[in-house]
């Protein structure tokens, strides 16, 4: 039996309805961050005295805030910044928590005793206090976030595919692949990680939608985007004091937010079917 | 003065969410009347000389009798602990004359605890608000009921400061016997209000001083000062019955509440909203340049997207609240070619700063983004950094900033204090650590305070209000209006100027 897993058996006319949801949620929300130019005549971060809190109209879709920005340009170019913080605040926690994982896992013993000690030491920290701490050390900014998210969040990913990898190792085709000669580096490349992968690629959706909520977090504190960039949870912090004057400021943004938890959930979900399925 | 209670409030909102009272009941269930305040900062100590800090001064008011006492707007101080004064004729000698009273402890209030409490305002090394006190030299008791303070020179601001907080009464057997953290913790007082309790993080309890020397006061029987760091959730307390005032409302809420029968309207502040430049620091170490920038600034529009209307735009560093405020000098326009030719002079075209904005506070935001804008189109490139307010005041406080949006309010409506804080530069913290310094500015501010003659202090300190607008100390913005609600319930209590509850002896609660 080769060591190819079930991604590659993945086929799209089982595709769950979920993912097909989700999916498309998930690549609206992508299409619309590169086309909010298009979308939208307004520039994101002009300000307009003038035009302040006016409510959703002709002319501004969904209103605008309370130095007269126009909230549907501010929503569709936030897409953008959130976007951008679930990708980046998940693809470098999960490539190093994978390394990490397979290794400890498929090699075990010392080096394993080793990596589990670091591991624990960064759980031992309150995951938001050690963000928090290590995006002060570096400055605020979206670079420095995705800095600190990868150093904190690598273990999740890292757990989950060592967990796999130790039961991995002990399987028929493992040992076979042992037995025929193969390198330590070619069985955990191609026998092992398609196969321990899977739980973290489902995990790899929820944790986007918490990269989110905790860059959205860090905004608040002045430690994400700065002003006046466009950024969802920073509209609905802003848009919190006008909920029963100008509902419309923190309204449209935390749709936005919801919509995109709900893809990227969805997806999760039905990747989960998807594989498990075939596996 | 600095008094950053809003900024703090709000910066800690994003994190601490209000806990909801355990008890949602009433706190009188045995028919006592307990007025409830909700604020956005956290009381640090109940010691009156080791804070500078809004919460802190807030409460302590209602605690503490001081000598004078203002009335419910002070706009004037008479008689408190003190029943009478005598000022010798060189201005230099204050004598005064003190009631039979006593501390919530039953114990007398005597000329020997006044002395002690000022030895300790004035002299004590951590005392937190010493500097407008610098002329007053010794302070003794002569006998069991005179008070006699020895100035080094002619000082008229000097009675007004006999009402501020840190100028509180405490009991010398009580200090001295608990030492100053034990004190702190849970004082005796000589105020309206005696000690109950204090939750760290939660609320102050007070319980009605049996012992106030103003008959019949106070009115009520409690106080529950708490801590709700959430500006949303506070109004929702507060219209849900469970706060009879709540501090600090953001202007978007106050029309809901006036319009659901809270009494919400704008109370006077001595406040000056601003943007504080670092004259010791590139690019704002040039007067030209600080020009081009308050000239580029449209201090109305700013007024009217944060205030709603409810401040007015700023035509002087002073607030209008404080006398001798020079009613004659205009808003400070906002001119894109005036300002582009003094950046031009400067020869800073193309420059940039960074503009330091206290994390979580949306006014201060609004403000900023505005200030960029605004300056954008005069040619100057405005980063916004928004930190957490420890931070930003470390920062400030060292020098290590370019620009950063503040605020800062006054004590007493006798400017003295007001201007030794934000462009004295001879003080401890270099015209509030603007490093703005003008000898003749220094000069005026000792001079005026010296001056009996009310026509000539107005005179002196119009001059220093034109100096200071033209060379920019700071870059005043708006004056705000205290925002407070509260219940119908709540009558005759208003919050004055100086963020005091004067009137809360008189005050009642149906």
Redesign the interface.
Known sequence: MRGSGPLAMARLRTMPATLAIGGAITLAWIVVAILAPVLTGFDP???D?MQ?LKPPGAEHWFGTD???RDVLARTLFAARYDLAMAFFGVVGPIILGTIIGLIAGYLGGRIDAALMRILEVTVSFPYFVLVIAIV?VLG?GLKSYFISLTLVNWVSYARLVRSQALVLRGVDFVLAARGMGFGHLRIMLFHILPNAIVPSIVFVMTDAVLAIVLGS?LG????GV???TPEWGAMI??G???????WWIAIFPGIAICLLALGLSLTADGLARLLNTES | MDRRVFLKSAALAGFSIATLPATLLRANADGSKILRMGYGSEVLTLDPIKTTYGADILVQGMMYARLLHANPDRTEVGPGLAESWDIADDGKTYTFHLREAKFSDGSPITAEDVAFSWNRMRFQKDSAYAAPFQPLTKIEAKDARTVVMTLDRKFTPFLTLTEIWNTGIVPKAAVEKMGDDAFAKAPVTSGPFKFVELKPGDRVVLGRNEHYYREGEPKIDGVEFRYVPDDNTRVSMLQAGELDVCLAVPAPRMAELKAAGFRADPEPSSTTYDMLINHSAEPFNDLKFCQAVSYGIDRTAINAAVTLGLGTPASSIMSPTLDYFDKSLPVIARDVEKAKALLAESGKTGASFELIQNAGSADEEKAAVLIQAQLAEVGITVNIAKIDSTQAWTRLADGEYQAEMNWWYNETRDPDNALRWCVWGAGDNKSYYTRYNNEMVNKLIDEASGEADNAKRAELYAQIQKIVVDEVAQVALYHPTWLNAYAPSVKGLILNVGLQFSSIGGASLD
Do not use: R
């Not at chain 1, 919190?240 to 100008?246: G, M, S």
């Open positions: 971060v002009k300000v005295v302040a309370a130095i007269g002060a605020p977090s608040f504190l002045g430690l700065q002003p006046p912090a802003d919190q004091t006008y909920l029963t004057t100008a």
